[in-house]
C-alpha cells in the first residue's frame, strides 16, 4: 500500500533555499503536497511573511518586525501573503501559521490579521487547500468565530505534558502540529481518537521520518522535502 503521509515544506523549501521566500516556495512545487509558512503583521497592519518578529536574523533591519510598513519589507524581497496565495494558488496546499507575537497583547491587532487573512485567501479562492494554524488560542479561537469552515491547526510545543483537546474540539480543529521532538505514539493514537490529523514540525533526517512514520502521522513538516520524498518512495 502507498505511504499516505503528506509532505509538508517547511517554509517552503527552506533546507536548499532561504526561508518563507518566493523562492523557497516555487521550488516546493512539485515535491512537496503542502506549504508551511509564517505571516506577521506590519506597521501599516498588512500581511507579511517572515518567521522572526526580531529582525536580523534573515532581514537585515534592526528592530521588530511590526516596526516597518509592508513596502518597506517588500524592497527587501520579504513576500506578502498576497505574494505566496498568487504563486501557489492550484499549485500547492497552504499551511498559513499566524505568529502570535504582533498581536498577542493587542487584541484589536488580532481582529485585524485575522480578517485580513480570511479576506486574501477568499480573493484566490483558497478553500479545501489551506489550514490555518497558531500557537496562539485567541487568534485560532477568532477565525473559528468569524469563519466556522476553514480548517484549523493547533500548533503545540509540549505534547509530552498534555494534549490541549478540549480547546481543540471547541474551535473544531482538523490538525494538530506537535513539536515532533517531544511527541509520543500514545499522542498520535489520542490526537487520531478525536478525529484530528497529526502534522508534526520539524523532522530534518531518516531517523526522525522513521519514528514517526512508525507513529503513523498524517503529514510530516520538514526542510529538507526532497530527502522525505526519498524516505517514502522506499
Known sequence: MENQIMIVGHRGYSGKYPENS????EKAIGI??????????????????????????????KGNIDHYTLSELQKLGVPSLIDVLRLAKNKLQLNVELKEETVEKRPAK???????TLSQLKEFGYKDDVCISSFNEDVLAKIASV???????????????GLKLDFAKKIKAF????????????NVSDLHAAGLQVYPYTANTEDEFKKLQEMKVDAI?????ELLQKFLSR
Not at 512537496?32 to 534573515?58: C, P
Not at 494538530?176 to 511527541?183: I, S
Not at 513538516?221 to 522535502?225: G, H, K, L
Open 22 to 25: 518566493l523562492e523557497a516556495i
Open 32 to 61: 512537496a503536497k503542502m506549504v508551511e509558512f509564517d505571516v506577521h503583521l506590519t506597521k501599516d497592519e498588512e500581511l507579511i511573511v517572515t518567521h522572526d518578529y526580531e529582525l536580523g536574523r534573515t532581514i537585515p533591519l
Open 110 to 116: 488580532i481582529n485585524v490579521m485575522v480578517q485580513k
Open 147 to 161: 469563519d466556522p469552515i476553514i480548517k484549523l491547526g493547533v500548533l503545540h510545543h509540549n505534547p509530552e505534558k
Open 175 to 186: 490538525s494538530y502540529n506537535p513539536n515532533f521532538k517531544k511527541l509520543t505514539a500514545k
Open 221 to 225: 513538516i520538514t526542510n529538507e522535502i
